[in-house]
């Protein structure tokens, strides 16, 4: 079965940096794109950034292009997530997500998804 589990969150001080990582079992990176997503309580979900199968990053919020970056290891089938710079406006539940091959836009859906990890940016 598909499973993603987060982890690497945690409370950092503004401007410091976190790796976020995201785990997946029950299928290969070789054919699925992994996003990572972001939520506020009382807020929509939004997605920070995306890595396609075929390994092309996609960067959806403007806010964190430049200060996040997108990697994975096929081999350990795992997705990361460098958050530099991080600012008060970046705490929320960071989660990521599944479909099949592509990225896509904004507007396509995530089927699977992880139970998130928390990111608290604050001094």
């Known amino acids: 079965q598909v499973q993603l589990v987060e982890s690497g969150g945690g409370l950092v001080q503004p401007g410091g940096s976190l790796r976020l990582s995201c785990a997946a079992s029950?299928?290969?990176?070789?054919?699925?794109?992994i996003g990572w997503f972001r939520q506020v309580p009382g807020k929509e979900r939004e997605r920070v950034s995306c890595?396609?199968?075929?390994?092309?990053?996609?960067y959806s919020t403007g806010s964190v292009k430049g200060r996040f970056t997108i990697s994975k290891d096929n081999a350990k089938n795992t997705v990361y997530l460098q958050m530099n710079g991080l600012k008060p406006e970046d705490t929320a539940v960071y989660y990521c997500?599944?479909?099949?091959?592509?990225?896509?836009?904004?507007?396509?859906?995530?089927?699977?998804w992880g139970q998130g990890t928390q990111v608290t940016v604050s001094s």
């Open positions: 890595i396609s199968a075929s390994g092309v990053t996609t």
């Open positions: 997500a599944s479909r099949p091959f592509a990225c896509g836009s904004t507007i396509d859906q995530f089927p699977s």
């Open positions: 029950g299928f290969t990176l070789d054919d699925y794109a």
